[in-house]
């Protein structure tokens, strides 16, 4: 193993270098043989576009303001971690058992060790990505126990679905990230999952990934694998797996995340403070209210990671919807939960860190109209936002509890759409258009004239569910739904998957690691 | 007649005057009584909101030189309109044939004179519109010869139909006008259709309507109803109807158009100027081409109006799709469309124009996921313009083919949430909430807090349609899709409708102009 460590030095890995080529070109080769490929993999968005800002610099300044207050007024609680009282005591905050109040300025002046954008490294280098600045990254759906599968079950997960959706995701274009649990394989059992999961965003795909964060030992195997697979040097000194710290809102981080952001800070990997927010219940029922805990929760629990390491990347997360006022069920895609992504980003711009949000969001149990109604709301603010890092970008349904392949399947068509808009108005001579103009005159069109010829293969988004044929055409071809087609496509795409190359050496490492930890450990399903 | 118009001097109008009240009050109180009715309805949209915006300042005067290049170079044809050819050389343009050729600038000078913003009333005050500025008015769909209906069929429209999507639009909180041509009633004679559906826009509704443009004298028609509806003064003074005078692009506007156009403006009355653009076909393949041809043919058309009579109202409209480069069918809710209308409706405030565009546009031929995406993005980017008029917010299905009942309660949600985003971020000391999180407080929640009990009734948008209940409960009350609720609304609403409350005078005066005018024409159904 080590020998592998050393031959990485120079910046990519042994996978990445002997992955890149082989690949690509053989899904797509496979692809172009069944006929239904995903096609070219695209790199992470580089926005063109403007950033949609709902909050004037007034309201941006009442806003942090009001959040300095919580934070040196009610303070925040650090529960069960006697370290990290002992970290923010030394650090200047005045610490009353597990709560603790920061003086005006504290947190602000510890973020500024944060990097405002940073390389996440996947073993490919042309997948690795950028986290921040005007780089937004797709990754698919974090966290359902359930699957709704290709047979139309509704189900638990297992490791089979997992990988399934991991091969997705490496498959499609526009989704620039493995992700994390993309769902919860519940055959597993719970101790040993992580493993199993770490495992298959390694092998199965060449894309960027995320760590386990249900246990501080589970985040040290996660560290342990990425530097079997990538070498011990390289993820020393660079980034190379993101990870999700939710704050358990309001205002209190528990053992469980602050142990895992503690190693993964140690270790130089990327942290994603999240405050999780069902808004009425763990946040006030306004938006500007919300975006004020939001703020406080994120400058606690980021500025406690540079406490760990001060330069450790860490991102401005928000995970925003609201609650039914009749039921209390959390409710995806309504206004608020918009307004709350749009200020949130805002907020995170001023203060220089990256910013988690969103996704394809919805509370539907299927994937009809009201899903994607949903889906699309929260991808359209999402994008328009700026947001850097997009989980749950693809599968995403009732509220989080199911994986869809369908949905999955629907979701990456809108992100190659919303990639699309990302790149803005193209205003060269070609873009202009003048000669077109020119040459085709009032009353005739378009259809064959020299430059619609020439930008055949560009002009317009393609997309690979929409039937835009006519009644009559799509009524022969057995009135099928938006859904049904995702379906075929899931299939013909899982059909033609191969899995990326990989070092043997590497792929030796891994499972050694793995059938000995797996070993050591009995097993436990709860 | 002329008592009616003199009893109305004052500004407001008789059926207006009268209606007030007793219309949106019985409603209610019906819709109360029966459970599922639409609830209160709101006034047109006033965006507190900024408008997303795609072009630069370099970007947009690009956009205006090359479209001023088009108009003096290639130039516009206004065909087989002899007097519209006249005005143009009178006003100093160059005139070849039907070719009209523009001096760089003459366009822009004469829409001087066209307003930036103009309030069209409605028979009721309340339901009157503000069109221009910071104003967002939404109008179901225009057009469709096909309705998808309650019963699942897909047919041609009737006049049954038609009256049925009034009284929804009148039912529907968020939809603020009547519209026009909500599906084609193909069972009454097409030389008699404009009077039946105008008829149906007066007496079963009292928001603001559109007027025919099919053929000249049909727009003399609906001048003379509206004439009797809120008497003679009152149009002769007031706009009182909005006509959509669609563009024969590229670069072309037809006798039927131009003549329609001419009744309307001479009358005061608005014309919206819309290029009906599929994106390939009608203008070039980009985004930038298309924005420079659209603009070129507003710019004609617009001043034309302005030429009919200074200070005519008159809108920038702009319909903007591309196609299928495989196939030549037109796609809708795709990003190109979308980075059109954000452009288009830069270059109308540069212009001092209020601008149409968008709505809930889509390619699907049922109310499914594809419908619900499609829909979703353009309504997203119809509203994030800063659109001003948006016709087809709602029923639009199969590319403008088909109303579709399902589709038109769903779209009616959305556009409720729309209105919710377009309020923007209440900073007021309620919306900051500090008082809640300082009661509330690390580690508990938010659900009966004093706050939130406070904003019990206005907080969060409450979606008509979605199901946002467990899955156990989903499956308890029959695995319910979202056009499944949206069905089952429809009809309570239908069963809920009640007409608005019309003076008896009024409501014989447009029956015995209907009847004598028809008896004068035979049965024409081509």
Not at 89 to 105: N, Q, Y
Not at 391 to 410: P, R, T
Not at 489 to 514: C, V
Request: hydrophobic residues 40%.
């Amino acid at each position: 193993m080590s020998d592998t460590v050393a031959a990485d030095q120079d910046g990519a890995s042994a996978g990445g270098r002997r992955g890149r080529g082989a690949s690509g070109g053989a899904a797509a080769r496979r692809a172009a043989r069944t006929g239904g490929g995903p096609g070219t993999q695209l790199t992470y968005i580089k926005r063109q576009i403007n950033s949609f800002e709902v909050l004037n610099e007034e309201g941006l300044a009442l806003i942090e303001r009001n959040a300095d207050t919580v934070l040196e007024e009610i303070g925040i609680e650090f529960r069960d971690d006697a370290e990290a009282l002992a970290m923010w005591k030394e650090a200047g905050a005045d610490v009353k058992g597990e709560r603790v109040h920061f003086p005006r300025g504290l947190c602000r002046s510890l973020l500024k060790t944060a990097p405002s954008q940073f390389t996440q490294h996947a073993r490919n280098p042309e997948r690795s990505v950028q986290i921040g600045g005007k780089a937004t990254v797709f990754a698919p759906v974090y966290g359902p126990p359930f699957v709704r599968d290709l047979e139309g079950n509704r189900r638990y997960a297992t490791i089979e679905d997992f990988r399934n959706f991991v091969k997705l995701a490496y498959l499609a274009p526009s989704i620039h990230h493995s992700g994390g649990t993309v769902c919860e394989p519940v055959d597993v059992p719970v101790n040993k999952r992580h493993l199993d999961m770490v495992h298959a965003h390694m092998t199965l795909s060449d894309k960027p990934f995320m760590g386990s964060v249900t246990a501080p030992e589970r985040a040290e195997d996660t560290v342990a694998m990425a530097k079997i697979l990538f070498g011990e040097k390289f993820v020393d000194e660079n980034t190379v797996i993101i990870n999700l710290i939710n704050a358990n809102s309001p205002m209190v981080f528990d053992e469980t995340m602050l142990g895992a952001a503690k190693v993964y800070a140690r270790n130089n990997q990327a942290c994603i403070i999240t405050p999780f927010i069902l808004a009425g219940a763990m946040s006030p029922v306004t938006v500007a209210g919300t975006l004020t805990q939001v703020l406080a929760e994120v400058l606690a629990g980021a500025s406690f990671t540079q406490l760990v390491r001060p330069g450790a990347p860490v991102l401005f997360g928000t995970f925003a919807s609201s609650i039914s006022m009749q039921s209390g069920a959390p409710t995806f895609g309504t206004p608020e939960p918009s307004l709350v992504s749009y200020g949130a980003a805002q907020l995170a711009r001023r203060l220089g860190l990256p910013f988690r949000t969103g996704g394809s969001l919805c509370a539907s149990k299927i994937p009809d109209a009201q899903a994607a109604y949903e889906s699309a709301n929260t991808l359209n603010s999402t994008l328009l936002a700026g947001t850097n890092f997009v989980l749950h970008a693809a599968g995403w349904l009732e509220g989080g509890l199911a994986s869809c392949y369908e949905k999955f399947m629907m979701d990456v068509d809108q992100l190659g759409m919303a990639q699309k808009l990302a790149e803005g108005v193209d205003l060269s001579e070609n873009g202009q258009a003048m000669d077109a103009i020119r040459q085709v005159g009032p009353g005739s069109h378009y259809l064959g004239c020299d430059h619609t010829q020439a930008n055949f293969q560009t002009a317009f988004y393609r997309s690979s569910i929409a039937d835009n044929n006519s009644y009559e055409q799509w009524l022969a071809e057995g009135e099928k739904t938006a859904p049904q087609r995702a379906n075929e496509l899931a299939r013909r795409w899982l059909e033609s998957y191969e899995a990326p190359a990989l070092d043997q050496g590497i792929a030796d490492g891994l499972n050694d690691f793995i059938a000995v930890k797996k070993e050591s450990m009995p097993d436990a399903f709860t």
